[in-house]
């Protein structure tokens, strides 16, 4: 019984994201997306965190205002978004509200911005 249930938690952290309609994407990825789909980071840290260092271009809405703040990301409902957060678990619950938004495309950055940095890929603090 242990096996079993060890193996549904293993597929359900697999593809539970999936199944909850956003997908994880590794920087890598989200670079591709960002230069070739036209796609959009929002980044949901807080204040402090964000001006820390953030993906360039990216759009800042800490998780804390993002269901009161949703309208402002109306205009993007059609292109590609890729959330991100520190290390990518507060990204999953902005993805989740996205899509019950009726976000189309919506994915979540595999680590956070820790992946990125560790991708060594650049910051700004502009």
Known sequence: IALFVILGMLLYNLLGSRLRGYQPDGPADSVNLINHENAIVLDVRENK?????????????PQ????????????????PIIVGCRSGHRSSHACGLLRKQGFETVYNLSGGVMAWQSANLPLTRK
């Open 49 to 61: 965190e964000y001006q820390g260092g953030h993906i360039l271009n990216s759009i800042h809405i």
């Open 64 to 79: 804390s205002a993002l269901a009161k703040r949703i309208s402002e990301l109306e205009k993007y409902k059609s292109r």
